[in-house]
């Protein structure tokens, strides 16, 4: 449908989401307008009714959906519905009465100091083009917190290596700047040296495969799952993983909860917030030394 399409296009070159983002709303539409069709028969998003949206929710529920992901397709709507409304085509939004279903609150896993200490130090990885680039992705995740969207389109110039900065851009096409480990420095020179010696013709981009093209996400995926299976049990083994152990050790070596926000380049202070909560044990642990009655 034209709405449809018009919408995909504004998301991927006036938000600037990434093309995993655009997929996933495509999917949701796709399997909305999939469900009314069955429904009722003929099917068009300016007659959507709010019992129509209720009617998905309960579906998706009966099929044993998470809530998580239900909201996650009901914010596809919410978004969709919002474009139509600003392009005037629409006066009111058929989800804006809808409720969706409370998601039960997890606290984000992470891997350990010592486990991340022991991939990093102890020569895991080979000395050759793909071992030092499979170590600079795990170094700059969890020595950054990057986003994996971040990661894929750094390019050599956003690294700033006398100040040991690295400039990326985030959600919404927003920039920032985000200091990285100094020890860094000769990894990244090394490697810089050996990809642009053994890859012609490369993609301009800082993280490449072994024929030169830009990095993908399952590639980038891969390697860390791989590499945090040498030494964690975890059952997620995901970039996301390392993003949250690098805001999870800095708020538990006393990292500022602000400074925490700009470093991950969230939007507002309740998205860090759910890693004060990791600190508990440290917390506990705190409390059993000193307290007289612990």
């Not at 099917?43 to 959906?65: A, C, N």
């Not at 058929?94 to 609150?105: D, E, F, L, Q």
Request: hydrophobic share 35%.
């Amino acid at each position: 449908m034209p709405y449809q399409e018009s919408f995909l296009k504004y998301l991927k070159f006036e938000k600037r989401c990434s093309e995993h983002t655009v997929v996933a709303y495509k999917k949701d539409l796709d399997q909305f307008e999939e469900f009314v069709f069955k429904k009722v028969g003929d099917f068009d998003f300016l007659k959507v009714e709010p019992k129509m949206v209720r009617s998905w929710i309960v579906e998706m529920m009966g099929k044993g959906i998470a809530a998580k992901t239900v909201n996650r397709k009901i914010t596809t709507l919410k978004s969709f519905y919002k474009y139509l409304m600003r392009q005037e085509i629409m006066d009111s939004s058929p989800v804006a009465t809808v409720i969706t279903p409370k998601v039960p609150k997890k606290l984000p896993e992470f891997v350990g100091e010592t486990s991340l200490h022991q991939l990093l130090d102890n020569g895991y990885f080979p000395k050759d083009f793909e071992g030092m680039r499979d170590m600079l992705i795990v170094s700059l995740f969890y020595g950054t917190g990057v986003r994996l969207s971040e990661l894929i389109n750094l390019k050599d110039h956003d690294f700033q290596l006398n100040e040991f900065l690295v400039k990326v851009i985030g959600k919404n096409n927003k920039e920032r700047i985000v200091p990285y480990p100094r020890g860094l420095n000769q990894l990244i020179e090394e490697y810089k040296l050996k990809r642009d010696r053994e890859l012609e013709n490369r993609e301009p981009f800082f993280f490449l495969t072994g024929k030169g093209k830009k990095a993908y996400e399952k590639l980038i995926y891969r390697v860390v799952k791989k590499n945090l299976a040498l030494v964690t049990t975890l059952e997620k083994k995901s970039p996301h993983i390392l993003r949250h152990s690098y805001a999870t050790h800095l708020l538990n070596r006393g990292a500022d909860l602000n400074a925490v926000k700009e470093l991950l380049g969230h939007a507002n202070l309740a998205a860090t917030q759910v890693y004060t909560h990791t600190s508990m044990e440290k917390l506990q642990n705190v409390y059993k030394q000193a307290h007289p009655r612990a």
